[in-house]
């Protein structure tokens, strides 16, 4: 990754930290009635988000996914947090779990310096994740709906020299090596381009 993104820090917002990408949209005028399972603006979530990530990903791409969990808890951390790839991924999968213990991604929150961030990795087949549950949850997390994934996930494409991020139900952002990698995407859902970002985005493609 570092070959491709050098001196890319792997943490949000990742779309202001890099030059070429798309920051889509996913939840369309939310309001609070519409946290429930299954509302529409919910299904509209998950609609948009698995068609970006499939749009994105073919089934045999090279990604690896990873996970960064932070040790809130005066530098207390539990081994059972490997537990958070399981329900995606068959379990022999689970030993290809690569784990990096950092520095707390947030500092200006640790002023004491005793949090950490432990980073979980897999590289694994598009096709070996089951990755519309943990898209759902991902979008979920501050729906009060469940299942719920709190923690940071990136899809890294080796392939396609790619990084797919949904921060929550409101969006998500696509990074790039080169601008004609995700130009299809650009074009195909461009009515799903944030408006805040858009002259950004537009930059980029024209």
């Not at 200006?108 to 943990?134: M, N, V, W």
């Not at 020299?161 to 921060?167: A, G």
Request: charged share 30%; aromatic share 16%.
């Amino acid at each position: 990754m570092h070959e491709t993104f050098p001196d890319l820090e792997l943490k949000p917002p990742l779309f202001y930290s890099w030059d070429t990408g798309i920051r889509f949209e996913l939840g369309a005028e939310w309001k609070r009635e519409y946290s429930y399972p299954n509302s529409p603006y919910v299904l509209g979530c998950y609609k948009r988000v698995i068609t970006l990530f499939e749009a994105l990903h073919s089934s045999d791409d090279d990604i690896f996914v990873s996970m960064d969990v932070n040790d809130c808890d005066k530098g207390k951390y539990s081994i059972r947090k490997f537990s958070n790839f399981s329900p995606y991924v068959e379990k022999p999968l689970l030993y290809r779990l690569k784990h990096e213990i950092m520095p707390y991604l947030y500092p200006e929150d640790d002023q004491e310096g005793i949090y950490r961030t432990h980073r979980f990795s897999l590289k694994c087949k598009t096709a070996e994740l089951t990755y519309k549950p943990l898209l759902k949850a991902i979008c979920n997390q501050d729906l009060g709906i469940k299942p719920r994934m709190h923690h940071s996930v990136y899809f890294i494409n080796i392939n396609k020299k790619t990084i797919f991020h949904v921060y929550d139900d409101r969006g998500c952002d696509v990074l790039a090596a080169s601008p004609y990698t995700i130009r299809g995407m650009y074009e195909l859902y461009n009515d799903w381009i944030l408006d805040y970002d858009r002259p950004r985005n537009d930059k980029v493609f024209n």
